[in-house]
């Protein structure tokens, strides 16, 4: 509901703004349709990328929906999701292409045209003179206008108490006048029932040298002479205007207004300044004659008088024998240009300050325009946005050759790139088989407890060592000096690989040390530390032999840690290691015996 009022505001207020959007089409809509397909093919990057990717994620799903039974329905309702998002992304983009390539099949512009059917160039009527030039209605703009090279004048009348006609376009003085200042009490007083006596003395021109803002937002800034000469103007009368006219040889079209109900001449008024016309001597076919009030008695007393008439239907206007019609430029496009032009009626449009207007005016063979801009207007030699049927038909069919080679281009580019980008996934994947055994081996792991996978080292001792009482020793650690010697495992020659000098080889028991090393094991419980310590302190002598001693201690590498050592190693070295400590271990305790 607020949606509908606000748009019925937009609708109200702005209905002239709107008419004039659409009216600008006829003129851009080429140019629209050349830089929309521009834009589409910019747009086509972002799109062919998602589409693409939403078609790869689809696949990839689809094909672990296959080896899964189980998330079937879960997987079917993701790929459904995704299959809408394309639609939703690609058919709009699709259509609107494919409606942007046929669209000039459609398009009426009157600016497509042959250049031998272009018609001549609209003459200017001075929109109250030249308004962006000097004050309005005064005789410097009409003056400027006429400098401009304006085929006419036009202007507003009022009739004054004293029944002296002048130029005013509002009905009160407050506007373009200094009436605030002299008469502030009588500003909102309308213009006619002030005699002309009092109304040549007021200044029409410092308004429109003094105002904050500028009365056009094109108007360029007057020279110093300019300015002095804006500054004394004063309200002129209707024989003024005539009399430059007649000078110059320039029509001369006017709304002429009705004065209030007070004035003396309320019903009488075209009667009189139709006769102050005919005194003033200007020549009758310079009087575009605008007023539906009382036209029979202008045709009879000015015959000579061009009869203009509004936006009549065709049929009033042949009853009333008017071929010359002032409208406003958005009503005329809008009812029926073309019936106008069949039934040969001379057309004057109001109000065109802009030369892309101006240029549509002229296509559309229009004969004059009523401007404020004539400056502006009289320097266009060719009608803007203007071209041949055969060129706009060649960029039409360029245009939409190259785009369509370019997006089929774009989108043949995005899915080559997923493609490589999921090829070169799976060969990472395939090539590397230890890391997929390790990753395997982790998970199961994790699998069985919740214990970290990276083991700690163990130590594995004979009963005889006190290897738990010391710090584990690395692997440069060299033999001491006493009754305990440490053996560490002696360093591989240099003809080893690398990898093999960072191993430590564990020790392979005989069949009669098995029950020695599981009593061994069971000796890393944290809670036997203590007694093992006093244990080992009195159950071992410190043994002395000529020879170094050999000790079983071993520190075994984490299970996560390269697996250097292979089970192929000879079994040779391992038994000879291990009955080496078993004799000594033996030698020891016969000692103790004896």
């Not at 079917?76 to 299959?83: A, F, G, P, V």
């Not at 590397?432 to 998970?443: A, F, V, W």
């Not at 203590?530 to 000790?551: C, E, V």
Request: glycine residues 4%; charged residues 20%; proline residues 6%.
């Amino acid at each position: 509901m607020i949606c509908s009022f606000f748009l019925w505001i937009l609708c109200k207020f702005w209905r002239d703004r709107w008419l004039t959007a659409g009216l600008s089409l006829q003129v851009f809509a080429p140019y629209i349709h050349l830089s929309s397909i521009t834009v589409m093919v910019i747009l086509s990057w972002p799109v062919a990328f998602y589409l693409i990717h939403l078609e790869e994620e689809a696949r990839v799903r689809r094909y672990k929906m296959a080896h899964n039974d189980r998330e079937r329905t879960k997987r079917c309702n993701i790929i459904t999701k995704l299959r809408a998002l394309q639609v939703a992304i690609g058919l709009p983009f699709f259509f609107i292409l494919l409606c942007l390539y046929v669209v000039p099949l459609g398009i009426h512009s009157p600016c497509i045209q042959e250049e031998g059917k272009l018609g001549p160039k609209p003459d200017f009527f001075g929109h109250r003179g030249a308004p962006m030039l000097g004050p309005e209605n005064t005789m410097m703009a009409f003056e400027k206008a006429v400098e401009q090279g304006a085929y006419g004048l036009e202007s507003d009348v009022h009739l004054s108490y004293d029944l002296v006609p002048f130029l005013m376009h509002d009905s009160d003085l407050r506007r373009t006048t200094n009436i605030r200042e002299v008469m502030p009490n009588a500003s909102f007083t309308h213009s006619s029932l002030f005699t002309w006596s009092f109304l040549s003395t007021l200044n029409a021109g410092k308004w429109f040298v003094q105002s904050r803002f500028k009365p056009f937002y094109k108007m360029k800034r007057l020279s110093k002479a300019d300015r002095e000469k804006a500054e004394n103007q004063t309200i002129p009368r209707l024989t003024d205007l005539l009399e430059l006219a007649q000078k110059e040889q320039k029509f001369v079209i006017f709304d002429l207004n009705g004065p209030t109900r007070k004035h003396p001449l309320r019903n009488t008024y075209v009667r009189h300044v139709v006769s102050v016309i005919l005194a003033s001597k200007i020549e009758q076919h310079l009087i575009f004659w605008l007023s539906s009030f009382d036209r029979q008695y202008v045709r009879n007393a000015a015959p000579g008088f061009q009869q203009v008439g509004r936006l009549f239907s065709i049929e009033r206007l042949t009853k009333e024998n008017i071929s010359i019609i002032n409208v406003d430029y958005k009503r005329l496009f809008y009812s029926g240009l073309r019936d106008y032009k069949a039934a040969n009626i001379t057309i004057n449009l109001y109000i065109v300050n802009e030369p892309w207007l101006y240029s549509l005016a002229w296509c559309s063979r229009i004969h004059s325009v009523t401007t404020d801009n004539i400056q502006i207007l009289r320097q266009i030699n060719h009608p803007y946005f203007f071209m041949t049927p055969g060129y706009y038909m060649f960029m039409w069919l360029f245009m939409d050759s190259v785009s369509a080679v370019l997006i089929v281009t774009i989108f043949y580019f995005h899915w080559w790139r997923e493609r490589k980008k999921e090829m070169f996934d799976n060969a990472s994947i395939y090539t590397d088989p230890k890391s997929i055994s390790l990753q395997k081996r982790e998970q199961g792991s994790q699998g069985s407890s919740n214990v970290s996978t990276k083991a700690p080292f163990r130590v594995m001792e004979s009963p005889w060592t006190l290897a738990a009482l010391y710090p584990t020793l690395t692997k440069n650690t060299k033999k001491h000096p006493g009754t305990r010697h440490f053996l560490v495992v002696p360093k591989k020659k240099a003809s080893e690989p690398e990898q093999a000098k960072k191993t430590i080889k564990p020790l392979m028991p005989q069949k009669d040390a098995v029950r020695q090393l599981a009593s061994t094991e069971k000796s890393f419980e944290p809670t036997w530390d203590a007694t093992r310590k006093a244990t080992f302190q009195t159950a071992l002598p410190s043994p002395k032999m000529n020879k170094p001693t050999i000790s079983s201690l071993e520190i075994l590498e984490s299970e996560t840690e390269p697996e250097n050592t292979s089970s192929s190693e000879p079994s040779q070295e391992s038994s000879l290691m291990f009955s080496t400590t078993s004799s000594i271990f033996s030698s020891g305790l016969l000692s103790k015996k004896n």
